[in-house]
């Protein structure tokens, strides 16, 4: 077998890696372009919209859509590699060298390998941010206020209007849910007006949420010019409860991958459920294996002694159509996996690991 350091190793990583990066930018370039038409196209007529806002709003938005095809970026990119080394012979020559079909798959496989966990380690930050950006951006667009802005996903954050003027944020550090109870720790309330100025604060030590209260324990209230009110405890009415909350969590994409496994211990100590937290950290970590996967059925369809065995069109229709069947197979799977209807690890190994198989079985047929 050829070792990846091996001049024809070295010539393949970086055939692989170029045929990457060159597709990625062109789909980036075309993602961007239809991203523009479309924000334009809502903001149509709208003049406090700036220029300098459409520009960060469709490049925040770049990361989330790009993250959601990169298994078909890698695939068309290692598509392109293998068809360009078919077409120009290097492949005859490889295989008349006496150099096997895993010779040829090992150091793109490694390759693409060691940009997935690139990807998940360096890139996924990066994307976590620009993902919590572009909801802010969002926000502001559908709230017309260029101000506004999104909290933190540090705890809990709920944001209600308490009537026409005055607007109350609630935030809590820590939850915990006991018998049907919800119970906040170090507990804050802030009520501010149209003008976004602060009306007034209220801390708690400790608040549980019932009947459509919060029953505050040990409070201080801060209300401008005025010295702080201490009190045993205090009712103060709320929209909150358990079925909002859970909607109000962060969503996984706008979470890093290193910040995961923090937010998914949190969420278990709450008592509420983290098995979409957990499909997003496993599909992290699976993400290398499953661009692998991706290589081994582009090479299926791009690895040919010679081209004339079948057209281009026809090469890459199929390949783009069997892409299309593990990326769509793949989200029924996870669906069933967040409903819980089988175990979220299975959810996520399984569509690399049926690919992988099925590819393999397909290069031990054409070797014999």
Not at 250 to 255: G, N, Q
Request: hydrophobic share 50%; net charge neutral.
């Amino acid at each position: 077998m050829m070792k990846p350091n091996s001049i024809l190793g070295s010539y393949l990583i970086k055939q692989s890696v170029i045929s990457f990066l060159g597709v990625l930018g062109v789909v980036c370039a075309i993602i961007m372009m239809f991203d523009t038409i479309e924000i334009l196209r809502k903001t149509s007529g709208r003049h406090e919209v700036s220029v300098f806002f459409l520009v960060q709003y469709v490049i925040a938005k770049l990361p989330e859509t790009v993250d959601k095809i990169i298994p078909f970026i890698v695939m068309i990119s290692t598509m392109i590699s293998f068809w360009k080394i078919s077409k120009s012979n290097e492949f005859v020559i490889i295989r008349a060298a006496g150099v096997s079909i895993w010779g040829v798959l090992t150091p793109v496989l490694l390759s693409v390998f060691l940009i997935g966990v690139f990807w998940v380690m360096m890139v996924n930050p990066f994307s976590a941010k620009m993902y919590e950006l572009k909801e802010t951006l969002s926000y502001r667009l559908s709230t017309n206020n260029p101000n506004a802005f999104l909290f933190s996903n540090k705890g809990l954050w709920i944001r209600e209007g308490k009537d026409e003027n005055i607007i109350a944020i609630i935030n809590a550090e820590r939850l915990n849910l006991k018998d049907d109870v919800l119970w906040l720790h170090d507990v804050s309330v802030i009520e501010i007006d149209d003008k976004t100025q602060v009306k007034k604060r209220i801390e708690a030590f400790v608040a549980t949420l019932e009947d459509g209260n919060l029953n505050l324990r040990d409070v201080r209230i801060y209300k401008a010019g005025q010295k702080a009110e201490i009190l045993n405890s205090i009712v103060y009415p709320t929209e909150m409860n358990i079925q909002r909350i859970k909607d109000n969590f962060v969503d996984p994409e706008a979470i890093s991958f290193w910040n995961l496994p923090d937010t998914i211990r949190f969420y278990e100590m709450s008592g509420f459920s983290v098995l979409r937290y957990e499909m997003r950290y496993l599909s992290l970590i699976a993400l290398p294996f499953l661009l692998m996967a991706m290589v081994l059925v582009a090479g299926i369809f791009s690895l040919k002694a010679s081209q004339r065995q079948g057209g281009v069109l026809w090469m890459i229709v199929f390949g783009i159509a069997t892409g299309f069947t593990v990326y769509f197979s793949s989200q029924v799977v996870a669906a069933f996996g967040i409903n819980s209807y089988i175990p979220v690890w299975f959810a996520v190994w399984v569509p690399a690991i049926i690919v992988s198989s099925i590819s393999i079985s397909v290069y031990l047929h054409k070797e014999e």
